[in-house]
């Protein structure tokens, strides 16, 4: 089932890569979520094209504390809008990585570091259960809306591999999709929705006993209250927005468009400490 899961979440998010930004009303609209969740003008106007694809439910470099010369790790980097954000903070003594196990979103994602001359940020295809970087090398590590579309039997592994990268002190800084409750199991077990970034969806406690038990302190999880039925207005809607379902997964057996996604899930940021530094 995990397998089926990951080719889902690749069929999608690879057609999203491939459509970016073909429409002005596409276009806008990608900005308008981006705006929702956090990014200002300036920031948005400081990317590449194709960097924001509309696909974020926070902005985690605007709490992340990222100063200059650090090494950060961006976890389902996408088009690269929260590496590119992170490598101007970093400067050329830094470096900020982008994960993604999408191949057409690693192209997507070079075109535009192509495009924005940025030689300090960095694009790897790998899952995010296992990334090619060494032990305790990173500073900070980032996502943004992702680790919601990990498989439940693997998100512990996820957390694991932010502590291996992380060096002791270093930080998290996580936007992401949690569940207010238990969901329904019409909607956990309804494919697209999971793709979609709700049926998979962990419950508050059950993301800070991820954290805990790989090591993490301080942990931090706030609402950040943000309007998720914002994605029905998505153009991605049916091809793969955030919060949609895609033409790839099965048929859903549930009607999205009347479910209100802010009754089951929220937008939350997620904010921890890696033990063993004097931070």
């Given at each position: 089932?995990?397998?089926?899961?990951?080719?889902?979440?690749?069929?999608r998010?690879?057609?999203?890569?491939?459509?970016?930004?073909?429409?002005?009303?596409?276009?806008?609209?990608?900005?308008?979520?981006?705006?929702?969740?956090?990014?200002?003008?300036?920031?948005?106007?400081?990317?590449?094209?194709?960097?924001?694809?509309?696909?974020?439910?926070?902005?985690?470099?605007?709490?992340?504390n990222i100063?200059?010369g650090?090494?950060?790790?961006?976890?389902?980097?996408?088009?690269?809008?929260?590496?590119?954000?992170?490598?101007?903070?970093?400067?050329?003594?830094?470096?900020?990585?982008?994960?993604?196990?999408t191949?057409?979103?690693?192209?997507?994602?070079n075109?535009?570091?192509?495009?924005?001359?940025?030689?300090?940020?960095?694009?790897?295809?790998?899952?995010i259960?296992s990334?090619?970087?060494?032990?305790?090398?990173?500073?900070?590590?980032?996502s943004?809306?992702v680790?919601?579309?990990?498989p439940?039997?693997?998100?512990?592994?996820?957390?694991?591999e932010?502590?291996?990268?992380?060096?002791?002190?270093?930080r998290?800084?996580?936007s992401?999709?949690?569940?207010?409750?238990?969901?329904?199991?019409?909607?956990?077990?309804?494919?697209?929705?999971?793709?979609?970034?709700?049926?998979?969806a962990?419950?508050?406690?059950?993301?800070?006993?991820?954290l805990?038990?790989?090591g993490?302190k301080?942990?931090?999880?706030?609402?950040?209250?943000?309007?998720?039925?914002l994605?029905?207005?998505?153009s991605?809607?049916?091809?793969?927005?955030?919060?949609?379902?895609?033409?790839?997964?099965?048929?859903?057996?549930?009607?999205?468009a009347?479910?209100?996604?802010?009754?089951?899930?929220?937008?939350?940021?997620i904010?921890?400490?890696?033990?063993?530094?004097?931070?």
């Amino acid at each position: 089932m995990n397998k089926n899961m990951y080719q889902e979440v690749q069929l999608r998010y690879g057609d999203i890569a491939k459509c970016s930004g073909a429409t002005e009303s596409q276009h806008d609209s990608e900005e308008q979520i981006a705006k929702a969740f956090g990014y200002s003008t300036e920031e948005l106007c400081s990317l590449p094209d194709k960097a924001n694809l509309g696909l974020s439910c926070g902005n985690p470099v605007a709490y992340a504390n990222i100063k200059e010369g650090e090494t950060v790790v961006d976890l389902g980097s996408g088009g690269g809008i929260d590496v590119f954000l992170a490598a101007r903070k970093v400067g050329p003594q830094g470096k900020a990585i982008g994960i993604d196990m999408t191949k057409d979103m690693i192209e997507l994602a070079n075109n535009n570091a192509n495009s924005a001359r940025l030689s300090n940020a960095l694009f790897i295809e790998a899952l995010i259960t296992s990334i090619p970087l060494p032990d305790s090398s990173v500073d900070c590590i980032i996502s943004n809306c992702v680790i919601n579309l990990v498989p439940r039997n693997d998100k512990a592994s996820v957390f694991e591999e932010i502590a291996r990268l992380l060096k002791p002190g270093g930080r998290v800084a996580i936007s992401d999709i949690l569940a207010r409750k238990e969901l329904p199991q019409k909607i956990v077990d309804d494919l697209a929705l999971y793709v979609g970034c709700i049926a998979g969806a962990s419950q508050v406690a059950e993301y800070e006993e991820y954290l805990k038990r790989a090591g993490f302190k301080d942990i931090l999880i706030v609402d950040a209250k943000s309007d998720l039925n914002l994605y029905k207005q998505s153009s991605y809607l049916t091809q793969g927005s955030c919060c949609g379902p895609s033409d790839s997964s099965k048929e859903s057996t549930v009607n999205f468009a009347e479910i209100d996604f802010n009754e089951c899930a929220g937008s939350f940021q997620i904010y921890a400490l890696k033990t063993g530094g004097n931070v």
